[in-house]
């Protein structure tokens, strides 16, 4: 048995911004106190990855072990470990629910504060780190790092799943699909009967959809530069789609002009702070939400006419589709296996870990949902 001892093991570690991640012999410590080792089964890529990659995040640390988006086993328990046992089928949370702070007490958010601070500094909530490569410590990444075959994470941040789920598909829940499942159902709250309109087509906006179709929209409009996405797009709900490309007038001017005055409900899951805006001044008047769901590069401002608000439209946000993690996941895992939530259709390919590089080529290529990699 490996209890309490270091683990040697594969990792794509980060080693400097921009680089290519390298495939590494690293060292996995035992977990500590309220902490847990996993056997990485699965993992797939997010932008928020390739994102920190290109050195674009100002919180970035390297070298990193980079991933967010896993499943795996539980291989061992630190001690006051008590929400999940080894052997058990587990998915990593890079937002933890602890149950104790004053935003897992309210139900108005999914913002768990309690480890958020070293989780930023990618050190483990005591501030030390459990991995190293040839003697030299490297950082965790979003209280996940699943580019490893075994990752250590604090006990709030994993929870425990549906032994009869398909690890290689649910890994998806640990972030872009709940992100935009939870923007329509939480965030916004789509109603029965109501018109929508989604900015980009990739995983996240395509799970928008979902969201939109589950809360039982009339219309879901899908709006994206890139027309391969439409095809796409109709196995997740979509009823209509405009490429702003191929519009002679604003896209905004378009959509109110389709929707008689505008749309009930937008949301923008591109990362782009004019399509934020564009996604706004699309809402009908006296009523129209827009929600942000893209994640805008670091510095970008968001702008309109405060008119726009006055005039009764409303500007929101959201963060892991609002869910509180371990009320929810486990439950998203149980939608999947009762085939209410799609998860296999995001699939575009599937690879080994070893060819991790590769998959982050074709994450930048237009032609991809997502990649999910065995490790
Ligand atoms: N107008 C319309 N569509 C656009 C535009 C634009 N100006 N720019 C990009 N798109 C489309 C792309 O063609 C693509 O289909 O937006 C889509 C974005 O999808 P992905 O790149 O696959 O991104 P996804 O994984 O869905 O994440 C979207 O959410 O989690 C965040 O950081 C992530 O901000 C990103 C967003
Ligand atoms: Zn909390």
Redesign the pocket.
């Known amino acids: 048995s490996t209890v309490g001892k270091v683990i040697t093991c594969k990792a794509a570690v980060a080693w400097g911004p921009k680089e290519d991640l390298k495939i590494e012999t690293i060292q996995v410590a035992p977990p500590q106190e309220h902490e847990v080792r996993i056997k990485i089964l699965y993992t797939a890529l997010?932008?928020?990855d390739a994102?920190t990659l290109g050195g674009h995040d100002p919180e970035g640390v390297f070298p990193v072990v980079l991933g967010h988006e896993g499943a795996g086993i539980v291989e061992s328990i630190g001690n006051g470990v008590t929400n999940v046992a080894v052997g058990d089928h587990v998915i990593p949370l890079y937002i933890p629910q602890c149950r104790e702070c004053k935003f897992c007490k309210s139900p108005k958010t999914n913002l768990c504060q309690k480890i958020r601070i070293p989780q930023g500094q990618g050190v483990m909530p005591n501030g030390t780190r459990r991995f190293s490569c040839n003697g030299q410590e490297l950082y965790h990444f979003m209280g996940c790092s699943t580019f490893s075959e075994y990752t250590v994470v604090a006990d709030i941040s994993v929870t425990k799943v549906d032994k009869n789920a398909p690890l290689d598909k649910i890994c998806l829940l640990g972030?872009?699909v709940p992100?935009?499942y939870g923007a329509a159902l939480n965030t916004a709250k789509v109603e029965k009967g109501s018109t929508c309109a989604v900015?980009?087509?990739?995983?996240?906006?395509?799970a928008v959809g979902l969201g939109c179709q589950a809360a039982g929209a009339s219309r879901i409009i899908g709006?994206?530069?890139?027309p391969l996405?439409f095809e796409t797009g109709k196995k997740f709900g979509f009823t209509e789609f405009v490429n702003?490309k191929e519009q002679e007038k604003p896209i905004q001017q378009v959509l109110v002009d389709m929707t008689d005055g505008g749309l009930d409900y937008t949301f923008e899951?591109?990362?782009?702070v004019?399509?934020m805006r564009a996604a706004l001044e699309s809402c009908h008047k006296g009523w129209g939400v827009s929600t942000i769901?893209?994640?805008?590069g670091a510095g970008q401002e968001i702008s309109t006419r405060p008119f726009q608000l006055v005039t009764g439209r409303t500007w929101k946000g959201t963060a892991f589709g609002g869910w509180k993690s371990h009320d929810s996941v486990p439950k998203l895992v149980d939608e999947y296996l009762s085939k209410k939530l799609l998860l296999d259709e995001f699939i575009s390919h599937n690879m080994n870990f070893n060819k991790i590089n590769e998959a982050f080529h074709i994450?930048h290529s237009?032609q991809?949902?997502?990649i999910v990699l065995s490790l």
Do not use: E, M, Q
């Open positions: 997010c932008h928020t994102y972030c872009g992100t935009g900015w980009g087509l990739g995983a996240v906006g395509l709006i994206d530069i890139n996405k702003p899951c591109i990362g782009n004019a399509t769901v893209g994640v805008a994450l237009g991809c949902i997502r």
